[in-house]
């Protein structure tokens, strides 16, 4: 998988990518990640990428001419290697919310690049033109795409086969099948009076799965009624 990421401040981006899971994942080569600056897209000699919106109002706008450049040419890369085909997301808070679904999905793709925009937002005719998808990662507004589109590269990474060293750990994690996660333990067995339930201790493997999903659907009911009433639900 190849993810382009492009931003306004690539040093916000770079930071976490060289930490953990990510970088795990990029020195086995499971995944290829490349940090974007937009300035080196734009043209004069100060490099500008934003401007004043057209009709007034608060804010600064990304501007079209050095998004295009700098999309055109990363594309023009992926055609190079053999395919041109791959999504153009752009992190905004007006697009569709990301769930672990939509993460399962992206993380089939062989080829994403994200648009982390900054200021007010980007110009229109670049979302009109160029992206293909349009991501938000919760009802909130922050600085600029750049911490959302490290979410999501990380929701995605941590999917791609080979990338975890515990596969199972991936499809046991909350949301995978639309429940909360079970409680956790681990040792002591008992600590400051407070014991690990005996199921976990028992070596029974039926039992122990029985108690983590009803564990599981007591939490998800107590925390987010909502998930129980989804479609999407498949418990076992």
Known sequence: MRID?????PGLVAGPLEHSILQRAQRKELVDIRVHDLRDWAEGNNRTIDDYPFGGGGGMVLKPEPLFACVETIRAEWAEDGDDEGEVIFLTPDGALLDQPMANELSLAPRLLLIAGHYKGIDQRVRDALVTREISVGDYVLSGGELPA???????????????????SALSDSFQDGLLGAPVYTRPAEFRGEAVPD?????????????REAQRIAHTRARRPDLLDSPDLHSD
């Open 199 to 211: 199921v976990l201790l028992s070596g029974d493997h039926r039992r122990i799965h029985e108690w």
């Open 150 to 168: 490290l979410v999501l590269v990380d929701a995605l990474v941590r999917l791609v086969p080979g990338v975890l060293g515990d596969a199972q």
């Open 5 to 9: 990421i492009v931003t306004a401040l």
